[in-house]
């Protein structure tokens, strides 16, 4: 089944600084792509997510590039802020199987003033 | 806004008894999932369900049963409680298709004596 592998498992930055998250994953017919967010003892919250047609997408200081060759996804936060600091996770979902969302294991961030 | 909502958020239970989580969404989504949360390995899912009456096995789901009699409700079920299964556990719903994007609850946390 898909699996996926999310790099680096934490990261610190100072702020203002970039931040870069890599996710690798298996499945080639994956359709769906995400990225959340989870503040301390709470849920995941969706930041961005984009269809298998999109290469590039750009909200709010986040960008999300999606390379389909290398099967690989990206989340880039410019100009980091100590409110980012938290832990992201990717996801996908849409391949062959079908209606499950697998997750990867999570990068911890950490923005320092 | 959508809503998921989990019960009991804490949970401590003995080895070999038996767990129920519950979960409840007013979002109207088909989909519904269970993940569990531990330490480097991100969200697992357990089971998944496309609507009422269905249950699907996910990625790890030895030692665990589900159940969704409405599209409201689904639980996840521990019949005989291990350490092992101590965990964090979220519930989510959605619907891909869409944005495809998942909306948890805030998390169970069970501890498994």
């Known amino acids: 089944g898909e699996q996926v592998e999310q790099r680096p498992p934490h990261l610190s930055v100072p702020e203002g600084d970039s931040a870069v998250i890599i996710c690798t994953y298996t499945?080639?017919?994956?359709?769906?792509f995400y990225w959340y967010k989870q503040e301390p003892g709470a849920g995941l919250q969706l930041l961005m997510s984009v269809f298998s047609n999109v290469d590039r997408k750009e909200e709010q200081g986040l960008t999300v590039l999606l390379n389909k060759k290398d099967k690989q996804l990206s989340l880039n936060l410019t100009a980091a802020h100590p409110g980012d600091s938290a832990v992201y996770f990717c996801a996908v979902s849409g391949g062959t199987g079908g209606y499950k969302v697998v997750f990867g294991s999570g990068t911890r961030l950490l923005v320092s003033p | 806004e959508a809503a998921v909502t989990q019960s009991p958020r804490n949970k401590v239970a003995v080895t070999g008894g038996k767990v129920t989580l519950s979960c409840n969404q007013t979002n109207n989504h088909n989909n519904m999932y269970w993940y569990r949360q531990d330490t480097g390995h991100g969200l697992r899912l357990i089971h998944y369900?496309?609507?009422?009456?269905?249950?699907e096995k996910g990625d790890i789901p030895d030692g665990y049963k589900a159940s969704r009699p409405s599209q409201e409700n689904f639980s996840l079920i521990l019949e005989l409680a291990t350490p092992s299964q101590t965990s964090v556990y979220f519930c989510?719903?959605?619907?891909?298709?869409?944005?495809?994007?998942?909306?948890f609850g805030e998390g169970s946390k069970l501890t498994v004596l």
């Open positions: 989510a719903s959605g619907d891909l298709g869409a944005t495809g994007q998942l909306y």
């Open positions: 369900s496309y609507g009422a009456g269905s249950t």
């Open positions: 499945d080639s017919a994956t359709a769906y």
